[in-house]
């Protein structure tokens, strides 16, 4: 006979995560979502599995009846994952995102350097759907030419990571937004465009700050970043045909074109301009001696669509630019999320995220009250689980019946789980977005949090507009 669990079992299996994750963030450090979160996670899930069977009554079949529906409701987001990650390698090897990095990088010519920083960064992010791509590649740039200028790396690394964090928000080739949108299961489109009312305001709000630091600067020495583009040039065919990539998708998403086509279509397009374009550097993918080999070109810009691809291209950023790891790079995440799936699938049949959820739907008596403690929960496991991903997982399965019961649209949970949870976790010195950026840009995480300034404006923007009660509709149920 089924019985409910008591908090205190309820959030043991959570305590246990908290615990290992905490441990082998200590020993794996960064190498740590390359198997070893992944182990705890499953380690987790046979804890909650076991007191929901032992103590709690639970059959065993439940229990894999609910993870197999879980494992259902992400199935769309998983064939997403692999997209982006062809999308990604496509997009590269076509010189798609070099070319936007090169006309970007003119930008920089005005007197508003913090301000062009957040810009360019916003634009790659949101093309390219990685936060982490954007701030290895082109922020590592940008943080060499701002010391130049004499500016604090603590504001021009805040300017970056607004920048590509929020295109990490927004961009539907975001393995965040996507996996935000599916977990609380709203349409990714629909998700994309609520995101807007608390996103937008944010944005501006951080260009302003940005406006004012950098005003009284004078214009900054154009030779790094002429030095730069010279480098994009020599080694990638910069025109703006490859422009019609990118217009080309943003034409699908405003036609509300299914995720996935517009993922497979984009991504054969910058495959065909590809082997227009760059068929030397396809060559070079390939490792072929000679560029004009056909074959050659289309192994090239076949290992781009799935594979690791290295060139050597004489300069060390541009190495790490042109390097992409197609469908293959994604599987660590899909591998992630594998393993979170069955953790939270336990936690659900036993009737322990119930439970918890218990707790803070004592705190969500309105509209206002009930975002702040969505915004609160995935604040707190983002600092607990060290990791956006098992955040955004555990945030939206915890409140995802709290808000149908409560007449909210799943879109506003959607909303708020990113404003929480992707934007923030960045700022925790201990989580994995946290220690990476603080590696690749060579500034520490607590330097440069004071400056990023739309990560967090962000969480308190989502409360805000919750209390204006602006386009958040609320159907009673009867």
Not at 2 to 23: E, G, H, N, V, Y
Not at 361 to 386: H, I, K, P, W
Request: with cysteine; proline share 4%.
């Amino acid at each position: 006979m089924k019985r409910p669990p008591s908090i205190f079992l309820s959030l043991l299996p959570l305590m246990l995560l908290i615990a290992m994750l905490a441990a082998v963030i200590a020993v794996f450090r960064d190498d740590a979502l390359d198997g070893a979160v992944q182990v705890v996670l499953l380690v987790a899930a046979a804890a909650a599995a076991a007191i929901a069977v032992f103590l709690c009554g639970v059959e065993w079949k439940a229990i894999e009846v609910r993870i197999a529906q879980n494992f259902f409701g992400m199935s769309p987001a998983i064939v997403i994952l692999l997209l982006v990650g062809s999308l990604a390698g496509s997009w590269m090897a076509s010189g798609v995102i070099p070319t936007l990095i090169y006309y970007g990088l003119h930008v920089m010519h005005s007197n508003f350097f913090l301000i062009s920083c957040c810009v360019i960064c916003c634009v790659v992010s949101t093309m390219t759907g990685s936060s982490w791509t954007t701030i290895a590649t082109i922020g590592v740039a940008l943080i060499g030419i701002g010391q130049v200028q004499g500016f604090s790396v603590g504001w021009v690394a805040g300017a970056i990571i607004s920048g590509a964090y929020f295109g990490d928000k927004m961009s539907p080739l975001s393995d965040t937004t996507i996996l935000a949108s599916t977990v609380t299961e709203t349409p990714l489109f629909t998700h994309i465009r609520y995101l807007f009312y608390t996103t937008v305001p944010s944005i501006v709000i951080t260009l302003l700050v940005y406006g004012i630091a950098g005003y009284a600067r004078q214009a900054p020495d154009t030779q790094q970043i002429t030095v730069f583009a010279q480098a994009l040039k020599s080694n990638f065919n910069i025109t703006p045909w490859l422009l019609i990539v990118p217009v080309a998708t943003g034409a699908m998403i405003a036609k509300r074109v299914p995720p996935i086509v517009v993922l497979f279509v984009s991504s054969l397009l910058a495959t065909i301009f590809a082997l227009i374009f760059q068929p030397m550097l396809l060559s070079a993918i390939a490792g072929a001696a000679e560029s004009g080999e056909a074959v050659a070109r289309a192994k090239g810009a076949m290992t781009a669509f799935f594979g690791t691809t290295s060139v050597e291209t004489g300069d060390e950023l541009l190495n790490g630019l042109v390097a992409t790891r197609g469908m293959g790079g994604m599987l660590h995440t899909i591998w992630l999320i594998i393993c979170a799936i069955c953790f939270g699938g336990a936690m659900s049949a036993g009737g322990m995220i119930a439970c918890i959820t218990g707790l803070f739907q004592r705190m969500m008596t309105g509209r206002t009250s009930t975002v702040a403690a969505t915004v609160a929960s995935g604040l707190t496991f983002n600092v607990c689980t060290a990791d956006q991903f098992i955040a955004i997982l555990l945030n939206g399965e915890m409140f995802k019946e709290v808000y149908k019961k409560k007449g909210f649209e799943s879109r506003l949970l959607g909303r708020t789980t990113e404003d929480a949870v992707t934007v923030t976790s960045v700022l925790i010195p201990w989580s994995s977005c946290g220690m990476t950026q603080a590696t690749v840009l060579g500034v520490a995480t607590l330097t440069y949090l004071p400056y990023c300034i739309f990560n967090i404006v962000s969480p308190f923007m989502s409360i805000i507009v919750a209390a204006t009660g602006y386009k958040i509709v609320r159907k009673i149920n009867s």
